[in-house]
């Protein structure tokens, strides 16, 4: 089981929405962090739709270092006793800023690096207010 993710690459290359994803059910879409390719999945009753990762369509990059597929089993376990305890509960994604050791890159937002493909390599640091994140063209840092 992977983590449900609600963003990802449509066929033309455009960020999408699982909720415009939608209207275009049988688009192809691809992972935003990793370029594996996604399954989508509609809406089931109160579930709102997502993507999915698959086993068999994974990337070597995706395998290893997206945060999607590499979750936390402990997080997944608070996780489902939260939702046990109060209804609707979503994760908490924990944004900081980050330098990367392999690269040299600043960024914000979650611990994954988009030159370098991972977040193995980075360390949270804290930015002086002269020290800005590299921003990123042609897709977004993070999915906030």
Request: charged share 20%; proline share 5%.
């Amino acid at each position: 089981m992977y983590a449900k993710s609600f963003i990802a690459h449509a066929s033309r290359g455009r960020l999408t929405s699982a909720v415009t994803a939608k209207t275009y059910p049988y688009d192809r879409y691809v992972c935003h962090l990793c370029e594996s390719a996604l399954v989508l999945h509609p809406e089931w009753g109160t579930d709102r739709p997502w993507f999915e990762h698959t086993a068999d369509a994974l990337t070597e990059n995706g395998h290893e270092h997206c945060p999607y597929v590499t979750v936390v089993l402990n997080e997944l376990t608070l996780i489902q006793r939260l939702r046990r305890l109060v209804k609707d509960t979503r994760p908490v994604v924990r944004k900081g800023d980050w330098q990367c050791a392999g690269c040299g890159r600043h960024y914000h937002g979650e611990r994954y690096c988009l030159s370098c493909r991972t977040g193995t390599y980075s360390k949270e640091v804290a930015l002086s207010p002269t020290l800005k994140p590299d921003t990123v063209t042609g897709g977004a840092a993070c999915a906030c």
